[in-house]
């Protein structure tokens, strides 16, 4: 059994990264094209929320490609861990009364992104097999 979860671990890491890079852009989606939940409030992109909002769309992709997967997911962890504290902290200490889980929960799992890497099935493995030939 050992060697059979060893065997998927790498497999397993990949499979993290592209089901958060995917459940990740969605609210991208939603704060820049109301899709696939309509915004409460206009989009503007010189705003906080426009920064966030593009953040989101597009660093999730790259988090689900696994491409500048380290860098990317870095920067999303502050996005995450900067929002769970302008947003949600003020409305309360605990996450599960101020509603910001979701943040903290993102910022973490992008954090341990950065520190393990994209895994198996990543463009950035692709490059790194081919850079060693």
């Not at 990740?24 to 094209?33: D, E, L, R, V």
């Not at 988090?63 to 309360?92: C, D, E, K, N, W």
Request: hydrophobic share 55%; glycine share 12%.
């Amino acid at each position: 059994m050992a060697q059979l979860l060893e065997i998927w671990k790498p497999r397993l890491l990949s499979i993290l990264r592209i089901i958060t890079g995917f459940l990740f852009m969605q609210h991208g989606g939603q704060k820049i094209f109301g899709y696939p939940v309509p915004q409460y409030s206009d989009f503007d992109l010189f705003s906080i929320m426009g920064v966030a909002g593009t953040l989101e769309l597009a660093g999730g992709f790259l988090i689900m490609l696994g491409l500048f997967t380290r860098s990317t997911a870095f920067l999303l962890s502050g996005l995450m861990a900067v929002a769970y504290f302008m947003v949600h902290v003020p409305q309360g200490f605990w996450p599960i009364v101020n509603g910001g889980e979701l943040a903290a929960l993102y910022s973490f799992v992008f954090l341990y992104l950065c520190a393990a890497g994209p895994g198996e099935w990543s463009i950035d493995r692709i490059w790194a097999v081919k850079n060693q030939k």
